[in-house]
């Protein structure tokens, strides 16, 4: 999974076109290939062991090929799954740039290439979301996804039901599987946004409440972060919609309505990011007010007690004066008679500020 706080260096600038060049962390695993073939009457799931076994079966009935690659840094591997398949040498590199933003290409050759972001909880304290980059190239018996080396299958709930033949995967084609595999990965979007509700609540009780808890980078933390899946899901709502609207042989029309629905559902996430967005802008306009106010509540308090101390400090001023010749330095009261009116001063100070409610 890759991180964007740790930018790549951009290797692949200046190359030729179409140059495999993996852009993305370091990888000391190997790639992982595996093949699933299925119909509505067989399944077959196998761990591809040579170049060869990639290839779509012909010696079997009419069937779907699912090519599921593990690891997107061996570029050699992607370059000859490519060739196999007769795929454009663009798509491979956007294969393995894993910086490469969500995309959808139709090609008249008869596949489709998509991209997108598949995203996870990092971290929830302090919140960090992580992306994984994920492909699809879907021809109209196969798919080849790729993703980056993970430490669980994002994709075991579509596997799972393609293996107890539960639903309608295995009983469609091509299309319906690109949009299972979708509709995990977008699932998944609301499972991220969820913590960022909870974490936006916690947040909102902490500067209600007045807690010195909460600082300013806790908050635009929090707006890097959703800005980061912003740019994630935002570029899904044209994909599904072109998807949909595109007049390819790829997608069926019994197929289309879950990919209006998948449309719906990215709408949703796209409409709670820009609520999440707005609540995290008035938080931070509260923070500040806050901040302001506790200061002006500290700057009221030291007004106050600077005017109190101020004719007190005039009168100690007056008859801290050297003169010989004042007459009540000779008083044998006179020291009493000063803090008389001195605490008299006071008291009627703060009664008069009590009044004006100041205090």
């Known amino acids: 999974m890759s991180k964007r706080k740790h930018r790549q260096k951009r290797e692949n600038l200046l190359t030729s076109p179409g140059t495999l060049t993996y ?30 076994e990639c290839a779509v079966s012909q010696n079997l009935e009419p069937h779907i090929t699912w090519l599921d690659v593990d690891g997107i840094h061996e570029t050699a ?29 139709v090609y008249d050759t008869g596949y489709i290439f998509l991209t997108l972001k598949m995203l996870h909880v990092e971290s929830e304290e302090p919140l ?5 980059h994920v492909s699809f190239v879907a021809g109209t018996d196969y798919l080849i996804s790729f993703q980056e080396e993970r430490k669980e299958d994002i994709f075991k709930p579509v596997i799972d039901r393609l293996k107890a033949s539960v639903g309608k995967t295995r009983r469609n084609g091509t299309d319906y599987l690109v949009f299972a595999l979708m509709d995990v990965i977008v699932d998944n979007y609301f499972f991220v946004l969820e913590k960022f509700g909870e974490k936006l609540d916690m947040v909102e009780e902490s500067i209600i409440s007045g807690s010195k808890k909460q600082s300013l980078n806790d908050l635009y ?4 972060e959703l800005t980061f899946v912003r740019r994630a899901i935002w570029p899904l709502r044209d994909m599904i919609n072109q998807l949909i609207r595109e007049d390819n042989l ?24 820009d609520s999440y967005r707005e609540l995290l802008a008035s938080l931070a306009d509260v923070h500040l007010s806050t ?4 200061m002006n509540a500290v700057m009221k308090t030291l007004t106050i007690f600077s005017a109190i101390f101020m004719p007190l400090t005039f009168i100690v001023g007056v008859y801290g004066m050297n003169f010989e010749n004042m007459p009540e330095l000779k008083s044998p009261h006179g020291y009493y008679y000063t803090w008389g009116v001195m605490v008299v001063v006071t008291i009627g100070m ?10």
Do not use: C
């Open 128 to 132: 960090e979301i992580s992306s994984e």
């Open 77 to 105: 591997l992607v370059g000859k799954i490519g060739n196999l398949y007769h795929l454009h040498p663009l798509i491979l590199e956007d294969i393995v740039n894993t910086e490469h933003k969500p995309k959808l290409e």
């Open 350 to 359: 703060l009664i008069y500020f009590r009044k004006r409610k100041w205090i």
């Open 291 to 294: 901040i302001s106010n506790r």
């Open 221 to 224: 933390s929090l707006k890097r």
């Open 250 to 273: 790829l997608i069926s029309k019994d197929v289309v309505p879950y990919y209006r629905d998948l449309y719906d559902h990215i709408m949703q996430a796209v409409d709670t990011i």
């Open 23 to 52: 852009i993305g962390p370091d990888i000391e695993l190997k790639t992982k290939v595996r093949k699933l073939q299925y119909n509505a009457d067989f399944y077959k799931d196998d761990a591809v062991t040579s170049l060869a």
